[in-house]
């Protein structure tokens, strides 16, 4: 019987952590369920110039990524701005709903400045914030409504703040600002390096080429360096392969290498009329000696009077 109590009181205590384990982390207004340290949600993209000319997308939007091994409820939080010299409250708020999962990113969608580039994909929520391109202040906040930050490094400052990017020649930051982003034509985006959360934006974010909007339908295990990884399809091998021939199908080079040259087809040809004429010659059949009579010679006495006649002739003219 006791042996029977201590089981049920031992197994009661596990499958209560079991629950919990399996449930996503929740957070209610006021509360931080994720640090500022690396062990939490974090703004792993803003990207600044949505709609200007040359730009790849139509609208603005920031993506998150939880890099912790638990989902994460972002009910009652929200995605704020504050331009670079602000001093009050934040300039506009996105209310957050739902999970973002363990390893997983979302997509808030924001304003635009025209209508170039193409559409985002789906965003997880969409909201009214016309981020500045070069210089403000984004922060992500386990509250609704909008918070008022004090200006220079406000890495922990605020308990509901869960992470913030402070861009350009803004007054609000972590350490020390991130670089400026890129004049209105000139695309890209800021990018956290590698996931890595160091409470410095100066360090942690990076200007790239690339943007990349992953809303929680997307690619739940992207490579931390998307540019490096695009780069390296991007370019596409330029070999081409081998034309097929059918085996025992001689090439072309080979064909050649046999086919006899001019020159060499004139001396064969010379060749042939030689012993042509060589095999001609010996089948014709050569007289002999004794065949070959000579002409007979004249006799004496005609010579003796053929010798004469000159006088015979002058007899008769005298």
Known sequence: MV????????????????????APTTAGPGSVAAAVDGSGVVINEA???GGSAN???????VELYNPTAADVALDGWSVQYRSATGTGASNGTVALSGTIEAGGFYLVAGGSNGSNGAALPEPDVSGGLNFQGQNGTIALVAAPS?????????AGADERVVDLLGYGSSNTFESAAAPAGRANN??????RTGFADTDDNSADFAVLDT??????????????????????RSPRSRARAPRARSWGAPSRRAASSRR???????????SRRRARAATSARSTTRPTRSSCTPAPRPSR???ATTSRSPARSASTSR
């Open 186 to 191: 000139a695309g890209g985006s800021l990018n």
């Open 55 to 61: 730009a790849p997308f139509t609208t603005k939007f």
């Open 146 to 154: 909008a918070v008022t930050l004090p200006t220079g490094d406000v």
């Open 211 to 232: 943007v990349t909007p992953t809303s929680s339908g997307g690619d739940p295990d992207p490579d931390p360096e998307p540019e490096r990884a695009r780069s390296s």
């Open 3 to 22: 042996a029977s109590a201590l089981s049920a009181a031992l197994a009661l205590p596990l499958s209560a952590t079991a629950a919990t384990a399996a």
């Open 301 to 303: 006495s005609r010579r």
């Open 47 to 49: 990207y600044l110039n």
């Open 260 to 270: 006899p040259t001019r020159r060499a087809a004139t001396t064969a040809s010379t």
